[in-house]
């Protein structure tokens, strides 16, 4: 499964901050279940999120232990020793700008790190001297850029003269201090000490504008075309605002945060999929072409449209633009402004409607979170927020601005989106609906593929040449199953005339998965598995397996299409649902309906890899690859290319949903040989162990151990909630000292 390279990269980021692995190990655990063992989120930014959950972690253990021993009777009248008090602070490592820091909050170790593309001065984790690995942009198998990992990629800003007034968000600002309107014309040009929602606007040549944000009541005044000033006192706001160079700018923000210290700054990617989630669900957008990026860029060009309309014609009274509230004078020389509120546009619109003639730019505001737009034309846009969620209640820190390309989105991912009907995009016989009940999150995106695909070195060859005589049954002319037919591929008698498995065949499958160590046949020398990890002392060969396999009639059989004796390549034909489980195990698979014993639900398909091919993914996120463990040793399967295995992250079929469960999962996963009798390739198909109702979720038993604590070799802990689970529970002591697993 998973390889430790990435526990490895990630302690030894971490390290490079001085922060302890005892540290570093109960955070990275969190941090996995709640990535959904995503490491390029977790790996972004080197590490970003992994050292704000350690710095989190810290803070509130800080927080917590003040908290504690504030209620003790001698810290409450500050008899505490000062170096208890400074026990209680966060480590010191964690506190880089300890001499501009003096506030009376609980130690913050590090800075809110920022983002990626933000220039400045760049946090720790950024500095090249840290040693770690430097951003990778997601790639596809192909090499073309994943198309749903969004880069950004910071603003260049032309300070050229005819370059736009257009509005950047101070980085960083420090302070809660509460702000007040900045008039234009008394704005004091390069002000350094900017507080949290401030943000800048330059005239194209390099001139600090200004605009502000704060607590008090929402006022967005526009003084010229390249003058606008800003406070507000809502939750958040949203200004739009074009310049001469016909560039449009959305800037939507967030007040400053108050007491929300479980604030994590959402990628841009998860901030798109939630809003997209959000309009498929709620407004029932149908377009599979739908996307808030070209949403926002229709923003952008209604706007314009209607503010050179607005040149030409008087019709830029208020009551003619509802959620439009400007100033002409402004809106003529093509800069403007404009808000209404995410979940209450109608409020203020009306309340714009309603006080046309003390139609003031006060009236502004109210959105949840930051978005900057830019150049319409090229579709470029950019989202800075932290804080956002689905309440909309989200505050933070003001963001940096990171600007993104829009079309990256494949037209695949648009229909993924917006395909709830069908995440096989069509590409089975069923469609398989998918539903999220627990949280606002879209399943992952991967092409969907029915049947496994050779990526690149994997010898696998379907050949007719290769099928022998007595390996297929050339004069059957019909069901191969039916009573009269005497075929010797059905001789085998795995499947009943209902396309079951037969219950002997299925029982034996089972013993042999209970206990595979019984079934080892070939030991190798070199072990593909160890060999592909290119350390240079290999562990001995585990021994492998002749596994029990099914072989249907293939392409040079007699028999019909429908032959009971090919079941597995027809496809998947059950009432199947990926749904998002409610206990931290992601998404999984469940039935809409009842499924008798023995019954096939769908094959395992993926990538078909070499051992090293696998290997050397191992800086991408696995999605559990299945090793197609087939006679290895054996002379016939030698080769670095015959030792194989399937990877389903990218490319995958429904199965990439089904979770594990130790030993008593409802599926059993079989060999099936389906084109040829290659024995180092073959199908891995999912059968029914028992029967199993409707709405019950399909597991199986990935086969792994859950030993290795330290640096474990799965990614995940696992929560199957059988009474047989594998893994190690941590042992903590009782009430009454007694040692129990938890
Ligand atoms: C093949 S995928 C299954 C689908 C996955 N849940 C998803 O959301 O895409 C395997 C991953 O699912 C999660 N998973 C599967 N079984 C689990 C279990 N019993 N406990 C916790 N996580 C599990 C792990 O993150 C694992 O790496």
């Known amino acids: 499964m998973a390889p430790s390279v990435h526990v490895k990269k990630a302690f030894k980021a971490m390290n490079a901050l001085g922060i302890k692995d005892a540290q570093i190990k109960p955070v990275l655990k969190n941090l996995l279940n709640l990535y959904d063992k995503n490491w390029e989120l977790i790996a972004e930014d080197n590490y970003r999120a992994l050292a704000d959950a350690i710095f989190d972690s810290q803070e509130t253990q800080a927080t917590e232990e003040t908290k504690g021993n504030e209620k003790k009777p001698e810290e409450a009248e500050g008899s505490a020793p000062e170096t208890d008090r400074e026990k209680k602070k966060a480590p010191e490592v964690c506190k880089p700008n300890e001499d501009e820091d003096e506030t009376d909050e609980p130690e913050r170790p590090l800075k809110r790190l920022r983002r990626r593309g933000e220039d400045g001065s760049a946090s720790a984790l950024n500095s090249p001297d840290v040693g770690s690995p430097s951003l990778k942009e997601p790639t596809t198998v192909d090499g073309e850029a994943a198309p749903i990992l969004l880069p950004y990629h910071p603003l260049p800003i032309e300070n050229g003269p005819d370059a736009g007034a257009l509005i950047i968000p101070k980085d960083e600002p420090s302070t809660d201090t509460p702000l007040s309107s900045i008039h234009p014309d008394s704005l004091d040009n390069g002000n350094s000490s900017l507080p949290m929602s401030e943000v800048e606007i330059t005239n194209g040549q390099g001139e600090e504008i200004a605009d502000t944000i704060d607590a008090l009541p929402t006022t967005i005044e526009i003084s010229s075309e390249h003058k606008l000033a800003a406070t507000l006192t809502e939750s958040s706001t949203l200004e739009l605002a074009s310049s001469d160079t016909g560039e449009v700018k959305i800037n939507l923000s967030f007040a400053p945060a108050t007491g929300r210290s479980n604030l994590h700054l959402p990628t841009m990617e998860e901030l798109r999929r939630a809003m997209e989630e959000k309009c498929l669900r709620q407004y029932k957008i149908l377009d599979p072409n739908f996307s808030v990026g070209r949403f926002m860029n229709d923003i952008c060009s209604c706007y314009l449209e209607l503010a050179t309309k607005a040149e030409n014609s008087a019709i830029q009274s208020p009551e003619n633009l509802p959620f439009l509230t400007t100033n002409v004078d402004v809106l003529k020389k093509s800069a403007a402004a404009m808000a209404f509120t995410s979940n209450g546009c109608n ?396």
């Open 347 to 742: 409020d203020l619109a009306t309340k714009a409607r309603n006080s046309a003639n003390q139609w003031q730019p006060e009236n502004l505001a109210i959105v949840p979170m930051e978005v900057d737009v830019l150049k319409t034309s090229e579709a470029t846009m950019a989202f800075t927020s932290e804080g956002s969620n689905d309440e909309g209640g989200g505050v933070g820190d003001s963001m940096g601005l990171v600007v993104v390309p829009e079309c990256q989105i494949s037209a695949d991912e648009y229909r993924l989106i917006s395909s709830i009907g069908d995440i096989t995009l069509g590409k089975e016989t069923v469609e398989i609906p998918w539903v999220n009940e627990v949280n606002s999150k879209v399943p992952p995106v991967f092409r969907y593929i029915a049947q496994s695909l050779v990526y690149l070195d994997a010898a696998v060859k379907f050949s007719i040449a290769r099928i022998r005589d007595d390996q297929c049954c050339s004069t059957c002319c019909n069901d191969c199953l039916a009573p009269s037919m005497a075929c010797k591929c059905a001789a085998a008698l795995t499947y009943t005339v209902d396309g079951l498995l037969h219950e002997n065949f299925l029982e034996e499958c089972i013993t042999e998965a209970r206990d595979p160590q019984k079934h080892v046949v070939q030991y190798c020398r070199e072990c593909p598995l160890e060999k592909a990890k290119k350390e240079e002392i290999l562990k001995p060969c585990n021994g492998h397996l002749k596994r029990k396999a099914i072989k249907e009639c293939w392409i040079n059989c007699g028999c019909i299409k429908r032959c009971g004796n090919r079941v597995v390549q027809q496809g998947i034909h059950n009432k199947l649902q990926v749904f998002f489980t409610s206990n931290g195990r992601g998404w999984g698979l469940r039935t809409l309906e009842k499924l008798p014993k023995g019954a096939f639900v769908c094959e395992f398909a993926g990538e078909i890899l070499t051992i090293p091919e696998l290997y050397q993914r191992s800086s991408e996120n696995f999605n559990s690859p299945v090793i197609l463990d087939a006679h290895w040793g054996s002379e016939e399967a030698s080769g670095d290319n015959k030792a194989l295995c399937l990877d389903g992250t990218h490319y995958g079929n429904i199965s990439r949903f089904i979770n594990h469960r130790c030993s008593d999962a409802n599926l059993i996963d079989i060999p099936v040989h389906v084109e040829n009798a290659d024995l180092h390739y073959y199908h891995l198909a999912f059968f029914t162990k028992r029967e199993i109702d409707a709405m019950e979720e399909l597991t199986w038993d990935y086969g792994v151990e859950f030993n290795d604590l330290v640096y474990p070799t799965l990614p995940f802990q696992c929560q199957c909630g059988s009474e047989f689970c594998r893994i190690i529970k941590p042992i903590t002591k009782s009430k009454k000292g007694k040692k129990k697993r938890t």
